[in-house]
């Protein structure tokens, strides 16, 4: 899940680039190129066939020197369509921010015996370092450890 820069053909063949971002649901990107019959992004996404590929898309703008992520996400659509002049077509990738892959991912029902709330949080986030997320939690002056497991709590009843 390490991200890598994209060679130049992938740049040269790149037509637009549309990044949607939400607050009360997932932020979404939409990337357009324009492509040869010799592109090898054609080659690629031909050999995929329908099934889209979760490879992770990262859009960095850079204003004077200084770079800004615009999007940290996952590619979750590709449509290859015909182009208007012969010998070159029209690829879209559609993708959703790393929320996606999140989901993907299911850890409900994880137990957490006998920890403070700022382990647990830190404990659930480390889940997710594959993709570069740092579990950096700030604990409460004052604590509350819970005594009894969920587990023997149930028991009792």
């Known amino acids: 899940m390490v991200p890598v820069p994209v060679p130049r053909a992938v740049l040269d063949a790149l037509t637009s680039i549309e990044v949607t971002h939400n607050t009360g649901a997932a932020s979404g990107f939409k990337l357009t190129f324009t492509l040869t019959n010799r592109s090898p992004l054609q080659t690629l996404f031909l050999v995929a066939a329908g099934q889209t590929p979760m490879l992770r898309v990262i859009i960095v703008l850079t204003i004077d020197g200084t770079p800004q992520v615009l999007m940290d996400g ?18 879209t990738v559609i993708g959703e921010d790393l929320t996606k892959a999140m989901d993907l991912i299911d850890f409900s029902g994880f137990p957490f015996p006998a920890m403070p709330v700022e382990a647990r949080i830190a404990l659930i986030i480390a889940k997710y ?9 700030i604990p409460s002056l004052f604590t509350d450890v819970p005594i009894l497991s969920s587990v023997f709590q149930r028991s009792r009843v």
Do not use: D, K, R
């Open 74 to 91: 996952v590619m979750t659509l590709n449509q290859l369509a015909p182009g208007s002049q012969p010998g070159q077509s029209t690829l």
């Open 129 to 137: 370092a594959v993709f570069g997320m740092i579990p950096l939690v």
